[in-house]
């Protein structure tokens, strides 16, 4: 099982749609749950950390469940600024709290 | 505040040839990350390092790869003697502590002709 598993996507959304992402990890251990986006060519930059309680920012959600190792992302009334590949994050490996590992990501494409 | 920067953020080297790669950190940062990023995969950690001392290189390919961050200056991931396979995006991050968020430079994009 990888570490880190997400949608393959790609996904191809019209404006103002809602869309979903899906992540599961393997390491029962990991502590600390992100979201990150990357633009084409571009750095990873943090969307929002995920907290067991869920968290919300705007038109976006983040949902965790550390009984089934799964963490969503739903974005609401989506953007053609939204356009870009979501990366699944999470810490643990090897026991540490500072070493991310990634999910491949999925690519979202938002079409006026 | 400037960001994380690397430099250069493209590098050309035929293969046997070495490649630095330069990463300075954020403002007040100490702690530096190098993940590198294949085509078509996730990122993949590599190194973690704080001034003057590597903490984990578990990431590090055994041979060619060294990285430090010395007292003064960037952190340096040297890679000696390139093969077509190291072509890829290496990515510095720092953070102000061991817990905190990890904050990505643009990345160097790497290629070996």
């Known amino acids: 099982r990888k570490e880190v598993e997400q949608d393959p996507g790609p996904f191809n959304v019209p404006e103002g749609a809602t869309v979903a992402f899906n992540c599961t990890y393997s390491n029962s251990a990991s502590q600390s749950f992100f979201w990150y986006r990357q633009d084409c060519r571009k750095e990873p930059k943090l969307l929002m950390s995920v907290y067991s309680s869920g968290n919300e920012d705007g038109r976006f959600t983040a949902q965790l469940n550390r009984a089934s190792q799964y963490i969503s992302l739903l974005i609401r009334d989506s953007k053609l600024s939204d356009s870009a590949t979501y990366l699944c994050?999470?810490?643990?490996?090897?026991?540490?709290?500072?070493?991310?590992?990634f999910g491949k990501g999925t690519l979202l494409t938002v079409n006026p | 505040n400037a960001g994380v920067m690397q430099n250069p953020r493209h590098l050309v080297r035929r293969r046997g040839q070495e490649a630095r790669l330069r990463c300075s950190p954020m403002k007040g940062h100490s702690h530096v990350y190098w993940y590198r990023q294949l085509p078509e995969e996730g990122l993949k950690f590599m190194v973690y390092?704080?001034?003057?001392?590597?903490?984990?290189e578990s990431g590090m390919p055994k041979e060619r790869f060294s990285a430090e961050f010395p007292k003064e200056g960037p952190s340096i991931l040297r890679i000696q003697q390139v093969v077509r396979g190291d072509s890829a995006a290496y990515f510095c991050a720092s953070s102000i502590s061991q817990q905190e968020t990890q904050y990505f430079g643009p990345g160097t994009r790497l290629l070996v002709l």
């Open positions: 390092l704080q001034k003057e001392n590597i903490i984990d």
């Open positions: 994050v999470v810490n643990g490996a090897g026991g540490s709290n500072y070493k991310l590992t």
